[in-house]
Nanobody, 114 residues
Framework: QVQLVESGGGLVQPGGSLRLSCAASGFYFRIYDMMWYRQAPGKERELVARISSDNIANYSDSVKGRFTISRDNAKSTVNLQMNSLKPEDTAAYYC????????WGPGTQVTVSS
């Protein structure tokens, strides 16, 4: 069955960096766009970054220039390198793929605080 498992979250100081990874299985990874979303307490889930099957990346305005999404089709992983982190980046981060249905990972918490 389809599985998405995120890792790499944690506590980091403002200005620091984290690298999130999402391990995917159960579908033909290389032909699907992959996405990272985040959800802060009391806020709606928002799209952070998207990478197409042919490696075209798009970002929300709030993270453009600081975050980089990448994929490794051989390992069926999608990564999110997050630099210059701000307290407002604090959220649970989710990996997402849209097949016939929507699939989500359980999420990984990122907390940016001094």
């Amino acid at each position: 069955q389809v599985q998405l498992v995120e890792s790499g979250g944690g506590l980091v100081q403002p200005g620091g960096s984290l690298r999130l990874s999402c391990a995917a299985s159960g579908f033909y990874f290389r032909i699907y766009d992959m996405m990272w979303y985040r959800q802060a307490p009391g806020k709606e889930r928002e799209l952070v970054a998207r990478i197409s099957s042919d490696n075209i990346a798009n970002y929300s305005d709030s993270v453009k220039g600081r975050f980089t999404i990448s994929r490794d089709n051989a390992k069926s992983t999608v990564n999110l390198q997050m630099n210059s982190l701000k307290p407002e980046d604090t959220a649970a981060y989710y990996c997402h793929v849209q097949l016939i249905f929507d699939y989500w990972g359980p999420g990984t918490q990122v907390t940016v605080s001094s």
